[in-house]
């Protein structure tokens, strides 16, 4: 039995084209087509319906997808239990962060795990677009989120309050708003992201009050809505991971703190797993480390193989 055709079987029926199937296995998408032709002719029998616009499972098409799904996942639960007996700690780890996030903090990090695990290589991408783990093949995904993803393994880290901020040269000429209504006579810049609800709702001590002020600047990248804020363009929602050092040192003043906005996390996802590779245990066991010397009493959920320090 050939494997690899039968993993690029599973890759075209799991991505819905020979196209993405290709792209997610790293081959071109005639070397797929191929295969998947050669497993048919070896089998005697059609697997797929292919059209112009969408492939369809034959009736034995998906009669032999439900049984090798199943055995390609035990093969990747068989490999994951060797990884994490080798002695040499190797492999390749597939990280997404957010941009702001990976700005701040990561380079640091990966740079200090890389020289303490010579045998791993990491591919780091810093981005805010819509991920998906499991067909992009991503390791561990960072995010600034409202709603943890459940479908994967996800752990909080930090929570991180969102706090209205302006500069003091923006608030002196148009006044501090003392109410969150005031806010509909002010200028904002908002924030677009795909993980976290970008509307302006403040908590009043009752009810969720929701304003929706004017903007005549509109980004997905936070470090830009923070800058924009310190040249008095606005008033931002800004979370206090990214803008703490700007109200330490005056750049900017937090406003209507009586009113609290929903809070975002900072999590950390990888793909459910029955064995944990060495790798994934041995990253997170770094980073955690980390994470403990600078927000030690702040963590949230900790893994269960990882022991909080005294």
Known sequence: MDLNRVQMFAQVVEQGSFTKAAKALGITKATVSRKIAELEADAGVQLLFRTTRALKLTEAGANYYHRVHGILADLQNAEDQLSASQETIKGHLKIICPIELGQLYFGRVLAKFLTAYPHITIEAELTNRKVDVITEGIDILFQITEKPNETLQTYILLNTPKVLMASPEYLSQNGTPQIPEDLNQHQCIRLSTPYVDNSWSLFNGEKWLTV???????????????????????????????????????????????????????????????????????FTEFLYQHLFEKWQDLIIEVPDYIQRPS
Do not use: C, F, H, W
């Open 212 to 282: 929706e002020p004017k903007s005549r600047l509109e980004t997905n990248n936070i470090t830009l809505v923070r800058e924009a804020a310190i040249e008095g363009l606005g008033i931002a929602t800004v979370p206090m991971v990214i803008g703490s050092e700007a109200i330490k040192n005056g750049s900017l003043v937090a406003v209507l703190q009586d009113y609290p906005m929903k809070q975002s996390v900072v999590t950390m996802s990888m793909p459910q797993r029955v064995y944990l590779p060495r790798k994934y245990r041995v």
